[in-house]
């Protein structure tokens, strides 16, 4: 579904990914782990458009992509969740979903704020999240801004899921959460996941990571170090030493 090849992305001058390759099957969780710099959120910023990798390809269900802009990735139904979730504070929960929205109504998105369209995607993509993340219907006039650090999490992958995506790419969903909420995340993303949704996780919790995942590389300075199974990565030992504190 997704296959990256030899792709090497700078920072001006500094090369932050190193000539990786990476594959997604369709319905695979699929993890990235490895220290701060190893070029893992680089990665994903890459897939997404927000970055052009200088060599190398990126398809997605066969297609190249690698030099399209963000907006077109996501039109074809590759949603991003950034790290450190970037949600519209100031924009109320319902408006951020709206938002998320966009690539489904297009410029006809005003309209649906003042309650002149009805379109059955967008009821079926507000009742999918609202299902996965009840709180978010209780607290949909709530500014952004004032939610908690794990609801404004839910409505970051939230806003994502509104554009009805075939591949969610998460980028440190458990980062900054209390013990329960990353809990309660992990398990959203495997319930996303069961719908049918491929996902590409992000995650400097390896364990939970590698535990969920169907398969994973493990990125050092840019390169893949290490790739499996999540359950074989979790029985390596330079895994379990570097990464899992074992």
Known sequence: MLRLEEVHTFYGPIEAVKGISIEVNRGEIVCLIGSNGAGKSTTLMTISGVLKPRAGSVSFEG?????????????????????????FPRLTVMENLEMGAYPLVGRRL??????KLKKEKQKTAFERVFS????????QRQLGGTLSGGEQQM?????????????????????GLAPIMVSRIFKTIREINDEGVTILLVEQNAHAALSLSHRGYV??????????????????????KVYLGE
């Open 219 to 240: 990125l050092e300075g840019g390169r893949i170090a290490l790739h499996g199974t999540g359950e074989g990565l979790l029985k390596n030992e330079n895994v379990k």
């Open 110 to 115: 005003m309209s649906i704020r003042r309650g």
């Open 155 to 175: 409505l970051a992958i939230g806003r994502a899921l509104m554009a009805n995506p075939k591949m969610l790419l998460l980028d440190e969903p458990s980062l």
């Open 63 to 87: 297609e190249r992509v690698d030099g399209f802009p963000a907006h077109r990735i996501v039109g074809m139904r590759i949603s991003q969740v950034p790290e450190g979730r970037r949600i």
């Open 132 to 139: 996965l993340f009840p709180v978010l219907r209780e607290r």
